[in-house]
């Protein structure tokens, strides 16, 4: 089956850790996203990338990093320079960039802060 | 620069009542796309519809429609005959078709929907 999968599902961190999730599809998709969500609130982009080798940054991308050497894979690093990093993140991946091509997202990462 | 605005936080329904989303957005694209999203407890993502900037006719899928005037900036999702399962959240979206902004999927706040039996 395609689709978009997001590992792990609970991550603990201690102050002052960078941590890794990671995000994998096999939908061949050419766009993906990593988008933070905390309760209640809605989803915020980190950073986007169109094509492999390439990303842009989102709204919210200070103390965040990412890289996309394959097409199916798109790491996000929280390092710790985030200073509030306890939150739900979700990774997105379209089909393309533009027109009709909806976003498939993963299950996403409860990352929290200990 | 892109921006989605949802002024309602939360909206009450009665079952089998029709119920609108608002949704306004700003953008100085004129290829653009937008969507809208539900988010179930559960925290998952299910897409509903797309309406893209140059489409004429308001889109539809099933209960969904969405209400699009263009001049206005607005994009409001209207469901019809609501179901007890529409509780959930739902985010309006907007992807940029040109620019700095190309390819950029950016969501609003959200709105909380609550079905009453």
């Known amino acids: 089956d395609g689709g978009i999968t997001q590992s792990p599902k609970y991550l603990f961190r201690k102050e002052g850790q960078n941590v890794t999730l990671s995000c994998e599809q096999n939908?061949?998709?050419?766009?993906m996203y990593w988008y933070r969500q905390d309760p209640g609130q809605g989803l915020r982009l980190i950073y986007y990338s169109q094509i492999v080798n390439d990303f842009q940054k989102g709204d919210i991308a200070e103390g965040y990093s990412v890289s996309r050497e394959k097409k199916e894979s798109f790491p996000l690093t929280v390092t710790s320079a985030q200073k509030n990093p306890t939150a739900f993140y979700l990774c997105?991946?379209?089909?393309?960039?533009?027109?009709?091509?909806?976003?498939?997202f993963g299950q996403g990462t409860r990352l929290t802060v200990v | 620069a892109q921006k989605i605005t949802q002024t309602q936080p939360g909206m009450f329904v009665q079952e089998k009542e029709a119920v609108t989303l608002d949704c306004t957005y700003d953008t100085s694209d004129q290829s653009y796309g937008l969507f809208w999203y539900k988010q179930p407890s559960s925290g998952e993502m299910i897409f509903l519809i797309y309406q893209g900037s140059y489409d004429e006719q308001n889109a539809t899928e099933g209960r969904y429609s969405l209400n699009f005037q263009k001049a206005r900036k607005s994009a409001n999702l209207v469901i019809s005959a609501s179901q007890l399962g529409d509780s959930a959240m739902y985010f309006c979206a907007m992807r940029g078709g040109s620019g700095t902004s190309y390819g950029k999927l950016t969501f609003g706040q959200g709105t909380i929907l609550t079905v009453h039996p």
């Open positions: 939908l061949n998709h050419d766009a």
């Open positions: 997105a991946s379209t089909l393309s960039a533009m027109g009709p091509a909806e976003a498939f």
